[in-house]
Structures are given as C-alpha cells and as structure tokens.
C-alpha cells in the first residue's frame, strides 16, 4: 500500500480489536466487550501517517452502522458537553467576535454555545444532517477532534481551507503521532471512528501542498492559514488541553487493562 499523504510505501504495524475504544483506557475495562474482528494498522515508512486501510473502504452506510450508532456516546463522554464548553470558554478568551463554521460539529453543541457569546457560527457535520450551503466560507473554520475520523485527508483539507476565507484562519485539533509507532497507542481504536493518524511531518507535508501556512501550538491544536504572515499573530494565542492522558492500558491482548499509575508505584 502507498500513503496517501507522500505516496511512499506503508507497512503494517498494529493489529487491534476492531471495537477497542478510546474510552477503554479512561475506564479500566472494555466498552464494547464482542470482539468484532482484528484490524491492522499502518504506517508510512516516509511521513509516519498512520490508518486503518480496512476501514478506509468502508461506505458512510457502514460507519452509520458500525461506529455512529446508537452506542457511539458510550465510548466518548466529552464529546456531547464537556468539550464544546471547554473549547467555547478558550475561544471566548482571546479572540475578537467574528464568523466561525465548526466543521464536523456534532448536533452543533459549540456553535450553539458561540452563539450564546457573540461569535456568529455554524455547524456542519455529514453525519449529523446538518444544512449546508456549498460556496460559503467564514473567517474563522474550525475542526475539534475531527481529522482523525476522516478516511479521505486531502478532500478533508481541500473542504476547509475553500470554507476558510483568504485572510482567515483554520483551526483544528488532532493529537499527533509519533513518527514510528512501537507499541500500541490509546488514540488509535477504531470503535471511535478514528481511522487517520498525522505526525507533525505528515501535516507539514499536507499543508505545504495546498499552499497554507502552518503551526501546531501543542501536540493537539494546529492552525493554519491562506496568508502566512497571519502566523506571526495566530502563534501567539493561548493553548488548550483537549485530551487528557488515559490512566490504562491493555496488558494483555485485548481483553484485560492495567492501570499504569499504579504500575508505576
Ligand atoms: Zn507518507
């Protein structure tokens, strides 16, 4: 298989149970307790992006399905109030009112919460039937814990910076990888729908290509914009921690976790 960030060769590096979630690791024990098959991550011998190719053909019917289901919630509690408060609260912090699309916003939790403090935004999400008007673009779009669920990167991209007016700025959280992957990683569980992992050479290469400027402000929130000389500015602002560290891991095939603190004691 190639990358399809830089097109150079991928090899397999992780096999993992399909329905291992990222909640698994916060709560000690397995969510989705039916094992539902193996599933082989892998990662580019060039970049270091990593994805799980089975799930990259599967149809938005399937994901629907298997993973955006009436169960999705149990696997990521802060997803439904606790992170649109947190991110709405940081973004309110620094930056002057404006126009924000929230792409990939859920039931639009964080634009609603923008709303109630002055930002003039909109949600989009495909799988959450939201309205969309093609062609319109907003000076600020932003992307919280979405690019790890997008099997497709650079129409992902490609959507975001034409949403994105010419003096605007992206905003998007993903926690990067390390560049070679030697053990088993709480972020990649496809029960989440995670299924594209960037490291910071995999993003820089994405970004040069479609002519944007770049920075990370940490290892989870990423900026990036039509005129580079907003990135004297935009690197300024403060930094927010969207996950926390999980206190488990899985010590034993895939069934049983070890709590690490205590490990460590
Ligand atoms: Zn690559």
């Not at 947190?86 to 634009?111: T, V």
């Not at 900026?223 to 999980?246: F, G, M, Q, S, Y």
Request: net charge negative.
């Amino acid at each position: 298989m190639r990358c399809q960030i830089c097109n150079h060769h991928t090899r397999p590096i992780l096999s993992k149970e399909q329905n291992v979630s990222c909640g698994d690791y916060f709560t000690g024990q397995r969510i989705y307790a039916d094992n539902r098959g193996t599933i082989t991550l892998s990662e580019c011998e060039s970049c270091g992006f990593a994805t799980f190719d089975a799930l990259n053909a599967w149809s938005e019917e399937t994901f629907r399905k298997e993973i955006y289901n009436e169960d999705y919630h149990l696997c990521d509690p802060p997803f439904g109030e606790a992170r649109p408060r947190k991110i709405c609260n940081w973004l309110s912090s620094f930056m002057p009112r404006c126009e924000i699309i929230d792409y990939g916003g859920g039931e639009g939790q964080l634009a609603a919460m923008l709303n109630q403090n002055g930002f003039t935004a909109r949600s989009y999400d495909p799988f959450y039937g939201d309205a969309f008007v093609p062609g319109q673009s907003a000076e600020v779009v932003t992307a919280f814990e979405v690019v790890e669920h997008v099997p497709q990167q650079r129409r992902l991209f490609g959507e975001l910076a034409a949403l994105c007016k010419q003096n605007g700025v992206m905003i998007f959280s993903t926690l990067l990888k390390p560049r070679h992957l030697s053990q088993d990683w709480w972020y990649a569980s496809a029960r989440n729908g995670h299924v594209s992992f960037h490291t910071q050479e995999s993003l820089a290469y994405l970004m040069q290509e479609l002519d944007l400027g770049f920075i990370s402000l940490s290892d989870e929130i990423h900026l990036a914009v039509h005129d580079k000389d907003r990135l004297t500015d935009i690197k300024k602002w403060p930094h927010i921690l969207i996950n926390e560290w999980p206190p488990y891991k899985f010590c034993h095939e895939w069934d049983r976790l070890d709590n690490i603190k205590a490990e460590n004691s």
